[in-house]
């Protein structure tokens, strides 16, 4: 199974080829040079920005105080913005675009409100594309983001966003006057409730006293972010007009872009002494950057410097300039970074004595990299000069470019005045985040192939390739090119682009990769001989499986599928297989590692002989002494038989009697050769036991009623050699009603009723080699039955106890089935006459026979329980004088249940109760002695029948 996997990885970038700036600018990279157009945009010098698909299709864009759709119409709730209302033409406007984490569908729209005399308030609006037909609708806005900086002007000239490393998130950055915010941006969106904050150097001071902070909007500071993140330079806003501005202004910080927080910061004054203007007096003052922008290696900064003032004449200003001979109306300065401290780390890249002459290079402050790697320059512009050769006003603005930011002065090549703009870009370029040299490399991922093919995406700025891979030992060059895959996991490799003038830039990466298993057998031998198992063993190659869970855990999903080349397979990965016929056979092994598969095929490389098939039957059980016969069953021509046991027999022919005269578990091996010398064999296993023998008694010890009548237990010897014993159960008409087989001496017949009839039992062995033993004798339990002699005495007759020789019978009565018998005598007989048979206060008379032998084996028979005939005398008189002598009125009585004994007095009051027949009237009512008389009584009971009976009379109290 073959799968075949492409995909890219991009080092930095999101697209943006078409630019629309202030001033009806714009820009389309599609080509070089750069095509001019003109934006819809009014004269807003810094609020601009576009967003492009990868296809460079305008997907919106705006300008501060809208947001329109790729066709220049205002997007769905895209308008009344709060971005600037006082600013949008001055140099601290900021705005930013960020597409979210985790919806490629979403973008985040970053901007501020910064009116005149009122604290600084950004906010954000979210933006869905894939609404309205991908046409894209603003679904909130105005989204305040809880920061309030109230100095004014408080804020440095761009909002920012850096990559939070190595997490899939980034850092909003806003600075202010004193500090740097950093808010968490993810897949959740901004995080505005935990902002981490860092100080800054950089000092700041408010308006001049009685001035505007109108006039003074071009200063409002600038900050820019290095495209890894790790450096952030600060320039701070202007201090006033009528005092001379100390150079503890501008200020290169290193970001920690994992915390989120400045760790270190470098003094940039020194460096950005270039500056200047011209305040109303035409004095000069000095000034900061007006921007500031980090090259695409963050190994120089760029800050643009131009002549600027409060007059209302610019022209004057400027004359003032060009006539004191400081005509560099403006500087663009690029800084070495690398070469901070030292004298050559700045360099002013256009210092030339040209200023508004025609063909010099004046330069606007305004600079943006380009998605081809460039660095682009707004301003310049020709001078129409009056009479007197003095400017007068500008026609035909122009675009310059850097043709290599990241070489240093002066190989970066200035190309002045390079583009003939439409509109005016003189301050305006635009804040659309992006990182202009994409590197990025796409791989076909040939699954289960040894090598992957990657090759380069990135762009154009880039033309050479190399790629480095095997930690770094080997290096191959070109656009596409096949990396070898040496295991299974990441392909780690480093691609190194390179720019037409040799600019250098790397990117390590890694491919998920699957190295491709190699099938191998191994063949210890390649002849083998028919009937015989043939090894096969699998040495495939392979560094990684699949893993798959298979109830709580996880196991291997390696699979081997063997081909033998006779229609017969196997999926073990080392297994044998017997080949029934003879020839050379082709043997295929597919191996998968739950990922790839692979296969291989050996042919003419196993060769299997002719032999004949072995084989032969024989009893498995026999016992002592046991001549056991074998039978040849083989198939094929042999040449010699051979037979023998573990216990030492041979023999020589097809079909042998062998004896075994001792007990054990034997093997029997056939062993057979034939002409082309293959030998085969085959083997059985033959178990010897020792049998009953002649020794085929069994004896039963007895058969007991087990207490409640409703069970039998039988018992009986332990035999040796017995695999099973069979029990028969007859009833008295000598019927055989039950077969029951047990590997247990004992056994519980129920349910029974026992009382009715007692039944016989027997029982054999089984020997191990299925002999029998003789029936047992049979034994049967007493069957009791009791007779009530009308009170006077109990017979009881019984049936013999079948299987006990000169039996013992033990009578045994209890007033319950639940109270402890006693033995009432002993005899040999099957009759016994309880004499005593009347217990006072019983109510019934309960009997069971014990029948035992000389040896102590006895048997229960059934119990049998009679009541006895109730009975009552009453007296006719007592004398309750205390001597002892008939002193209480008690009935005497036999067999009754629920006696009551009621007296009355003449007068009919009941005067004694008793419940029981042990309890008698002693002649008192209420403890006091009642009268001689003659009283009446009425006794209630019920006799052994059930019958309910009353009895009345008189008794004759005496005293």
Same mark, same amino acid.
């Given at each position: 199974?073959?799968?075949?996997?492409?995909?890219?990885?991009?080092?930095?970038?999101?697209?943006?080829n078409?630019?629309?700036?202030?001033?009806?600018?714009?820009?389309?990279?599609?080509?070089?040079?750069?095509?001019?157009?003109s934006?819809n945009?009014?004269?807003?010098?810094?609020?601009?920005?576009?967003?492009?698909?990868?296809?460079?299709e305008?997907?919106?864009?705006?300008?501060?105080?809208?947001?329109?759709?790729?066709n220049g119409?205002?997007?769905?709730?895209?308008?009344?913005?709060?971005?600037?209302?006082?600013?949008?033409?001055?140099?601290?406007?900021?705005?930013l675009?960020?597409?979210?984490?985790?919806?490629?569908n979403?973008?985040y729209?970053?901007?501020?409100?910064?009116?005149?005399?009122?604290?600084?308030?950004h906010?954000?609006?979210i933006i869905?594309?894939?609404?309205n037909?991908?046409?894209?609708?603003?679904?909130?806005?105005?989204?305040?983001?809880?920061?309030?900086?109230?100095?004014?002007?408080?804020?440095?000239?761009?909002?920012?966003?850096?990559?939070?490393?190595?997490?899939?998130?980034y850092?909003?950055?806003?600075a202010?006057?004193?500090?740097?915010?950093?808010?968490?941006?993810?897949?959740?969106?901004?995080d505005t409730?935990?902002?981490?904050?860092s100080?800054?150097?950089?000092?700041?001071?408010s308006?001049?006293?009685?001035?505007?902070?109108?006039?003074?909007?071009?200063?409002?500071?600038?900050?820019?972010?290095?495209?890894?993140?790790?450096?952030?330079?600060?320039?701070?806003p202007?201090r006033?007009?009528?005092?001379?501005?100390?150079?503890?202004?501008?200020?290169?910080?290193?970001?920690?872009?994992?915390?989120?927080?400045?760790?270190?910061?470098?003094?940039?004054?020194?460096?950005?002494?270039?500056?200047?203007?011209?305040?109303?007096?035409?004095?000069?003052?000095?000034?900061?950057?007006?921007?500031?922008?980090?090259?695409?290696?963050?190994?120089?900064?760029?800050a643009?410097?131009?002549?600027?003032?409060?007059?209302?004449?610019?022209?004057?200003?400027?004359r003032?300039?060009?006539?004191?001979?400081?005509?560099?109306?403006?500087?663009?300065?690029?800084?070495?970074?690398?070469?901070?401290?030292?004298?050559?780390?700045?360099?002013?890249?256009?210092?030339?004595?040209?200023?508004?002459?025609?063909?010099?290079?004046?330069?606007?402050?305004?600079?943006?990299?380009?998605?081809?790697?460039?660095?682009?320059?707004?301003?310049?512009?020709?001078v129409?000069?009056?009479?007197?050769?003095q400017?007068?006003?500008?026609?035909?603005?122009y675009?310059?470019?850097?043709?290599?930011?990241?070489k240093k002065?002066?190989?970066?090549?200035?190309?002045?005045?390079?583009?003939?703009?439409?509109?005016?870009?003189?301050?305006?370029?635009?804040?659309?985040?992006?990182?202009?040299e994409?590197?990025?490399?796409g #791989?076909? /991922?040939?699954? +289960?192939? @040894?090598s992957?093919? &990657?090759? %380069? *995406?990135?762009?154009? =700025?880039?033309?050479t390739?190399?790629?480095v891979?095997?930690?770094?030992k080997?290096?191959?060059?070109?656009?596409?090119?096949?990396?070898?895959?040496?295991?299974?996991?990441?392909?780690?490799?480093?691609?190194?682009?390179?720019?037409?003038?040799?600019?250098?830039?790397?990117?390590?990466?890694s491919?998920?990769?699957?190295?491709?298993?190699?099938a191998?057998?191994?063949?210890?031998?390649?002849?083998?001989?028919?009937?015989?198992?043939?090894t096969?063993?699998?040495?495939?190659?392979?560094?990684?499986?699949?893993?798959?869970?298979?109830?709580?855990?996880?196991?291997?999903?390696?699979?081997?599928?063997?081909?033998?080349?006779?229609?017969d397979?196997?999926?073990?990965?080392?297994?044998?297989?017997?080949?029934?016929k003879?020839?050379?056979?082709?043997?295929?092994?597919? #191996?998968? /590692?739950?990922? +790839?598969? @692979?296969?291989?095929? &050996?042919? %003419? *490389?196993?060769?299997i =002989?002719?032999?004949?098939?072995?084989?032969?039957t024989?009893?498995?059980?026999?016992c002592?002494?046991?001549?056991?016969?074998?039978?040849d069953?083989?198939?094929?021509?042999?040449s010699?038989?051979?037979?023998?046991?573990?216990?030492?027999?041979?023999?020589?022919?097809?079909?042998?009697?062998?004896?075994?005269?001792?007990?054990?578990t034997y093997?029997?091996?056939?062993?057979?050769?034939s002409?082309?010398?293959?030998?085969t064999?085959?083997s059985?296993?033959?178990?010897?036991?020792?049998?009953?023998?002649?020794?085929?008694?069994?004896?039963?010890?007895m058969?007991?009623v087990?207490?409640?009548?409703?069970?039998?237990?039988?018992?009986?010897?332990?035999?040796?050699?017995?695999?099973k014993?069979?029990?028969?159960?007859?009833?008295?008409?000598?019927?055989?009603?039950?077969?029951?087989?047990?590997?247990?001496?004992?056994?519980?017949?129920?349910p029974?009723?026992a009382?009715?009839?007692?039944?016989?039992y027997?029982?054999?062995?089984?020997?191990?080699?299925?002999?029998?033993?003789l029936?047992?004798?049979?034994?049967?339990?007493?069957?009791?039955?009791?007779v009530?002699?009308?009170?006077?005495?109990a017979?009881?007759?019984?049936?013999?106890?079948?299987?006990?020789?000169?039996?013992?019978?033990?009578?045994?009565?209890?007033s319950?089935?639940?109270k402890?018998?006693?033995?009432?005598?002993?005899?040999?007989?099957?009759?016994?006459?309880?004499?005593?048979?009347?217990?006072?206060?019983?109510?019934?008379?309960?009997?069971y026979?014990?029948?035992r032998?000389?040896?102590?084996?006895e048997?229960?028979?059934?119990?049998?329980?009679?009541?006895?005939?109730?009975?009552?005398?009453?007296?006719?008189?007592?004398?309750p004088?205390?001597?002892?002598?008939?002193?209480?009125?008690?009935?005497?009585?036999?067999?009754?249940?629920?006696?009551?004994?009621?007296?009355?007095?003449?007068?009919?009051?009941?005067?004694?109760?008793?419940?029981?027949?042990?309890?008698?009237?002693?002649?008192?009512?209420?403890?006091?002695?009642?009268?001689?008389?003659?009283?009446?009584?009425?006794?209630?009971?019920?006799?052994?029948?059930?019958?309910?009976?009353?009895?009345?009379?008189?008794?004759?109290?005496?005293?």
């Open positions: 199974m073959l799968s075949t996997f492409l995909s890219t990885s991009i080092c930095y970038g999101q697209y943006n078409i630019w629309y700036f202030g001033n009806q600018s714009g820009l389309d990279f599609s080509s070089f040079p750069p095509k001019t157009i934006s945009f009014p004269g807003y010098r810094h609020a601009h920005a576009t967003v492009c698909n990868k296809m460079g305008v997907l919106f864009y705006t300008d501060g105080n809208a947001i329109y759709q790729g119409q205002v997007m769905d709730n895209g308008n009344n913005l709060m971005c600037n209302n006082d600013f949008r033409d001055s140099s601290a406007t900021s705005i675009i960020k597409q979210s984490v985790s919806d490629t979403i973008y729209f970053f901007y501020e409100e910064f009116t005149i005399n009122k604290a600084l308030v906010y954000y609006a869905n594309m894939g609404l037909n991908n046409a894209g609708k603003v679904i909130d806005k105005n989204i305040n983001i809880p920061l309030k900086l109230n100095q004014i002007p408080a804020f440095y000239g761009k909002i920012n966003m850096v990559s939070n490393v190595p997490s899939k998130s850092w909003l950055l806003l202010g006057s004193d500090s740097l915010w950093a808010f968490k941006f993810d897949s959740a969106g901004l409730a935990n902002p981490i904050k100080s800054l150097k950089n000092t700041f001071a308006a001049p006293q009685g001035g505007s902070v109108q006039n003074y909007r071009n200063g409002a500071g600038n900050f820019a972010v290095s495209k890894s993140g790790r450096f952030l330079v600060v320039c701070s202007l006033g007009a009528s005092i001379l501005y100390p150079f503890d202004t501008s200020y290169l910080y290193e970001f920690n872009a994992k915390t989120g927080k400045i760790i270190k910061y470098t003094s940039l004054n020194d460096v950005f002494a270039y500056n200047y203007w011209v305040n109303s007096q035409q004095s000069l003052m000095p000034f900061k950057p007006y921007n500031v922008l980090f090259s695409a290696n963050d190994s120089f900064l760029y643009s410097f131009f002549c600027a003032c409060d007059a209302q004449d610019n022209f004057k200003v400027r003032y300039c060009y006539a004191n001979s400081f005509n560099e109306l403006s500087r663009l300065v690029q800084v070495d970074l690398y070469a901070l401290g030292t004298d050559s780390a700045a360099r002013v890249i256009n210092n030339r004595n040209e200023g508004f002459k025609t063909g010099g290079c004046d330069l606007g402050p305004g600079m943006a990299l380009g998605p081809d790697g460039k660095l682009y320059l707004s301003g310049g512009r020709d129409i000069y009056d009479s007197k050769q400017p007068a006003g500008y026609k035909n603005h675009i310059s470019y850097l043709e290599f930011p990241d002065y002066p190989a970066c090549n200035l190309k002045c005045w390079a583009i003939k703009a439409q509109g005016e870009p003189w301050f305006a370029m635009p804040t659309t985040t992006y990182i202009p994409r590197m990025r490399f #791989y076909y /991922n040939n699954a +289960c192939k @040894d992957v093919s &990657v090759y %380069n *995406k990135s762009d154009s =700025l880039y033309k390739f190399k790629w891979y095997n930690n770094g080997d290096t191959v060059q070109g656009d596409t090119v096949k990396l070898p895959v040496l295991k299974s996991g990441y392909l780690r490799f480093t691609m190194l682009a390179y720019s037409a003038y040799g600019f250098k830039r790397s990117m390590a990466d491919i998920p990769v699957l190295k491709r298993p190699h191998k057998i191994n063949l210890t031998d390649t002849a083998g001989c028919q009937w015989l198992a043939f096969f063993k699998d040495s495939t190659l392979t560094d990684t499986a699949q893993q798959i869970k298979q109830g709580n855990q996880y196991v291997l999903a390696s699979k081997w599928l063997w081909r033998f080349g006779d229609g397979s196997d999926t073990l990965q080392n297994t044998k297989h017997t080949y029934t003879s020839g050379i056979f082709p043997v295929q092994l597919i #191996y998968s /590692n739950g990922f +790839c598969t @692979d296969s291989i095929t &050996v042919q %003419n *490389k196993v060769n =002989l002719a032999a004949p098939k072995p084989g032969f024989c009893d498995s059980f026999a002592i002494p046991a001549q056991v016969k074998i039978t069953k083989s198939i094929g021509l042999v010699k038989y051979s037979y023998t046991t573990s216990s030492g027999l041979s023999d020589s022919v097809a079909s042998p009697i062998l004896t075994f005269k001792n007990v054990g093997a029997i091996y056939q062993t057979l050769t002409s082309t010398g293959c030998v064999k085959d059985a296993s033959l178990k010897i036991s020792q049998g009953f023998g002649t020794n085929l008694n069994l004896q039963m010890y058969a007991s087990l207490n409640g009548d409703t069970a039998v237990a039988i018992t009986w010897q332990s035999k040796p050699y017995t695999i014993y069979l029990i028969e159960k007859k009833d008295q008409q000598n019927k055989i009603i039950l077969t029951q087989t047990l590997n247990d001496t004992f056994y519980i017949d129920k029974i009723d009382s009715k009839q007692n039944f016989s027997r029982v054999k062995a089984i020997d191990t080699c299925g002999m029998a033993s029936w047992s004798s049979p034994h049967q339990p007493v069957l009791l039955h009791v009530n002699q009308q009170n006077e005495n017979i009881l007759n019984w049936s013999a106890y079948l299987g006990f020789n000169n039996a013992l019978y033990d009578a045994r009565y209890a319950d089935v639940s402890p018998f006693l033995t009432l005598g002993s005899t040999i007989n099957t009759t016994y006459a309880d004499v005593n048979f009347i217990e006072n206060d019983w109510l019934k008379k309960c009997y026979i014990n029948a032998q000389a040896n102590l084996l048997s229960r028979s059934n119990t049998v329980c009679v009541p006895y005939k109730s009975n009552t005398f009453f007296p006719s008189a007592f004398t004088n205390n001597d002892g002598l008939n002193d209480e009125f008690k009935p005497k009585t036999l067999g009754l249940t629920n006696y009551l004994l009621q007296v009355y007095n003449k007068y009919g009051m009941l005067i004694f109760e008793s419940r029981s027949p042990a309890i008698g009237w002693n002649g008192n009512y209420h403890n006091e002695a009642v009268p001689a008389d003659v009283y009446f009584y009425i006794l209630d009971y019920t006799n052994e029948t059930g019958e309910s009976i009353a009895v009345k009379g008189n008794i004759t109290l005496i005293r």
